[in-house]
């Protein structure tokens, strides 16, 4: 075999191998129950609010979870709610179901992290940051769906956290390899892996049964399908993720961001330009992420 050719078929075995072995992994990090409970009941339209608040409350923690979240600034609610019943009279099912997705994901996955490995803290601090900023930018273009883009942003990367846990050699040599070479995570990913936390996150959103569009916007983070059915969302994660990094950057962190295709901007109709007047708001937004973090990880 020619040395390209040779390359290429590496490459395809590595990134099969990987993938074949997550679905193989007998222990991987699952939804709490309550989740598909939830959403199976949901699906039916004579399920009730009293039955769908009745089965959340079976996991305190969760529940407390979704207390947490609604009574916080993310909301910004003039008064407390103190029931999961009075939660989805003010706010509705839809809004019940994204939080359940983000209580349910933060209690899956926020396992302590090893001495070594990625860094949780900073792993969560990035995924709250982005899902501050998707939210305040979906506002901002008037999609109507800005919780969706802050759970798109929360769970964007959960792709390295399965690479933390299963694949930790692996991790471990990325991590190297990027701050050797002075690349992204992602770029060091695909020339050591063949495979990124972006094709690893779907596969297990989808192994969650998580909805279409957040299994299509985690693979396609680093990599835009512009025609694809869920291009815009993506576009929105690709923009909230630089910003995020770039944000963290200013305090000092020096990981190379990764590339944002520029179609971005476009697909959403936005200008780069537009960032500046929005500064002193996303800076604000970030502060909020914060105590929205400390809340979620308490
Ligand atoms: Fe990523
Ligand atoms: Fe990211």
Redesign the pocket.
Known sequence: MRDFEEAVYCETVAKENLLEQLADIRDLPTLPTVFMRIMRLMQSKETSIREISQVVEMDQSIAMKILRLINSSFYGLSRSVYSVQQAIVLLGANTLKNILITASVFQALSRRSREAGLNREAFWK?AMD?GMIARYLDDKINSGREEEGFICGII??IGKVVLDQYFHDKLLAVLSEARKEGISFYQAERELLGVSHAEIGSKLADLWYLPDNLVEVIAQ?HELRPDGEYARQAALIQIS?ML??RFQERKGRADPI?EMDPLCWHLLDLDPGQLDAWNDDLKAELEKADELLLLMLE
Request: aromatic share 0%; charged share 20%; proline share 11%.
């Open positions: 990035h982005c964007h990367d983070h993720d995020a990094h990764p």
